[in-house]
RNA sequence: UCCGGUGUGGCGCAAUGGUAGCGCACUCGACUGUUAAUCGAGUUGUUAGAGGUUCGAGUCCUCUCACCGGAGCCA
């Protein structure tokens, strides 16, 4: 007989069934039965399962019927006795697969998301992972419906790169020489630590690292295919304490040829509204989870985003906002400084009460690809800012005038020469083109409720901790 | 990295410088078509680590480590 999930038993007609899952727990009655609830991870609910002491071999696996064990239920799905849930299975056969000893760390009662993180490895069969993990693996399948409902062309881009290109933050170096004792430049041996690291004789033939963003690899297919996007890892060596940061996080990259920067803003809008949509609908169980247990409002604060329009502003527009504010900022506020997170907040949270889209900054405190606008004071870039996350997605028109793009580099004291291929592609068949990169932990964090990033992906890597 | 905070049974927390307690879990018993079941009894501690002050330190001081919150950087 096949195993039938407890998300479908739940939905089902009364008959025959296999229920394979772990116990959450049990409930022993004198009457001369017990309830045990089990979960198969494929809903939030548990199904309760009706063992009489009667049955079979009862007594000799009573004992292992504990909470964190794992089992298999062969019975009869019927409308249930009592209250509290719709179906239930009366047991006529058990197999325990695994039992869980008393030092089962998880307990029948509510835990802290820091002792959780020291049990990653188990965390995953609460009630809060279970539910992050199939919201997660939602917003990942309607990313790319999302795209491919488009034509959108799904690109992987290299995970090992040579080159910071956006001179954006530390990079994690990716070697195989010998830590210990690593080649020299001149030759030099042990001891000689004064002569350079031969790189050349690294595996790639030079320095290496990990990629901190897919983009300009994305702007060479998108000048071929013309939209395309990217859904992989990305990396950050900085040294980032905070529950918006992670080391190691996905990011998703859409890039686009043919696009301005309004329309770049449209499509970030229509995403993430399709993506909360999509999950409102989907994930239903998981998200009332949240919104009772995690965050009372989150249904609401979705609802609202996909109802309303975000307010768009420009760097000028919201710096003369920033001024007007009563508030005092502990930083300044001054045209040419970056938006700190207080202003950000004040805008999003205070102001509007809603995402906004804040567009053309100044030129001196953006990226050299940024496409420089009229005047040359600002360049187009954006940034979509949600209320009590911040910064969701970052996105720019990008320069495609060779020219421009060559005096940019020279003006943030770039090298030129380590960007020929990306000066290639104005040089030969430029387009106008536009992309942006959403953070998807940050998606996951802001879908959920949850106030830590490190709780939305299975395994977090942060400065000081790269376990399991 | 900076600022602030925390570190006590398996877990969540308490304890004026003076006998380390409570809830949950666990064990035993009672009760019950039960619902994070309930009721009674019981077991569980190198108070993060190292040093110091003191007659006496979980508590005060110094250093180290870890974690949390905020900031910076960003997604």
């Known amino acids: 007989m096949k195993r039938t999930k407890i998300k479908d038993l739940l939905n089902g007609e009364e008959g025959e069934a296999l229920v394979k899952g772990w116990v959450k727990t049990r409930r022993d009655s004198k009457g001369g039965f017990s309830f045990l609830e089990i979960n198969d991870g494929s809903c939030l609910a548990n199904i309760q399962v009706v063992i009489e002491h009667t049955l079979s071999d009862y007594s000799s696996i009573e004992n292992q019927l504990m909470t964190g064990s794992c089992v298999s239920v062969r019975g009869k799905l019927v409308a249930s006795e009592g209250k509290g849930q719709s179906m239930e299975v009366q047991a006529t056969g058990i197999e325990v697969y695994g039992p869980a000893p008393a030092d089962y760390p998880l307990q029948k ?251 053309n900054y100044p030129e001196q405190i953006k990226s050299f690809y940024m496409k420089l606008n009229e005047g040359g004071e600002t360049v187009r870039a954006m940034d979509v800012l949600l209320p009590n996350l911040g910064e969701i997605i970052g996105g720019s028109q990008r320069e495609e005038n060779y020219d421009v793009l060559l005096q940019r580099l020279r003006d943030k004291d770039l090298d030129p020469e380590e960007y020929w291929w990306y000066l290639d592609l104005r040089k030969f068949g430029s387009a106008p083109h536009s992309g942006f990169g959403l953070g998807f932990e940050r998606l996951v964090q802001f879908v959920t409720g949850m106030e830590n990033i490190r709780d939305v992906i299975p395994f977090p890597r942060t400065p000081k901790h790269a376990k399991f």
Request: aromatic letters at 14%.
């Open 109 to 359: 009662k509510r835990h802290s998301f820091e002792f959780l993180r020291e049990i990653a490895h188990l965390r995953p069969r609460t009630n809060t992972f279970g539910a992050i993990m199939r919201v997660r693996n939602r917003l990942a399948f309607s990313i790319h419906r999302f795209f491919q409902d488009k034509g959108f062309v799904y690109l992987n881009t290299p995970i090992v790169t040579t080159s910071d290109c956006e001179g954006a933050g530390e990079m994690f170096q990716v070697t195989t020489l010998d830590m210990s004792n690593p080649p020299r430049v001149d030759g030099a041996v042990d001891g000689a630590v004064n002569g350079k690291i031969d790189f050349s004789q690294d595996f790639f033939g030079e320095k290496t690292f990990l990629t901190v963003s897919g983009q300009l690899e994305g702007e060479i297919y998108a000048m071929a295919l013309a939209e395309i996007y990217t859904f992989g890892p990305t990396f950050r060596a900085e040294n980032s304490n905070t529950s918006r940061h992670l080391a190691e996080f996905w990011m998703v990259e859409p890039e686009m040829a043919f696009y301005d920067l309004d329309d770049n803003m449209d499509l970030a809008e229509e995403f993430i509204k399709f993506l909360l949509s999509d999950i409102m609908e989907h994930c239903a169980e998981d998200m009332e989870f949240f919104n009772k247990r995690i965050d009372t409002t989150i249904l609401e604060t979705l609802r609202n985003i996909i109802d309303n329009q975000f307010e768009r502003l420009t760097y000028t527009e919201a710096i003369h906002q920033l001024q007007k504010a009563t508030e005092t900022f502990t930083y300044p506020v001054e045209w040419g400084f970056a938006l700190q997170a207080e202003h950000e907040r004040y805008l999003s949270e205070k102001v509007f009460k809603k995402p906004i889209i804040v567009f």
